[in-house]
């Protein structure tokens, strides 16, 4: 298994654990259960760690693919941009929800605040894991990049005589 290889098992992992996070969080908001509420924060630190082994791997990956015919220099730099930045929110993130895990679990005054930032800057978190997401899928699917044209299918009945 190279680096490539590693990048593409763990890249998926930042995205998908805060956005079932949030998920989680918005319960315990509603059901004003501080139990659902920490898993919430346990799990934007999890998905924080596990951003760790994705941004590393992403260098490697990009040495290995950036030579392959239909890899485009430029899209590969876009997404690396985009995970650099994602990977400094990631870990703010991770950061924050560790106090606020702190604050629920003693029950400081600052908690509930906190659980609404922790909630609002995830979804920002979320919108530049997803613009990172793709820009990365961008590079060997060109079928999800804007620019795509649909080729022209051919019409069933219309046959060669």
Not at 19 to 42: E, N, P
Not at 74 to 85: P, T, V
Not at 123 to 152: D, N
Request: charged share 20%; aromatic share 10%.
């Amino acid at each position: 298994m190279n680096e490539a290889h590693v990048h593409l098992i763990t890249n998926h992992l930042p995205i998908i654990i805060p956005g079932i996070a949030l998920l989680v969080l918005l319960i315990g908001l509603f059901s004003k259960s501080d139990a659902i509420k920490r898993t919430a924060f346990f799990l934007f630190f999890v998905g924080a760690i596990a951003t760790f082994p994705a941004f590393e791997s992403g260098e490697e990956a990009e040495e290995i693919v950036e030579h392959m015919a239909g890899v485009s220099h430029d899209l590969i730099h876009e997404h690396e941009e985009k995970a650099e930045l994602f990977a400094i929110l990631s870990y703010v993130l991770g950061g924050l929800s560790l106090v606020g895990l702190w604050a629920n679990w003693k029950k400081k005054k600052f908690a509930e605040t906190l659980t609404f930032v922790v909630a609002l800057f995830s979804v920002a978190v979320l919108y530049v894991a997803k613009e990172t997401g793709t820009t990365g899928g961008e590079i060997r699917h060109p079928e999800i990049r804007s620019t795509f044209k649909q080729p022209l299918e051919k019409h069933k009945d219309n046959k060669h005589e």
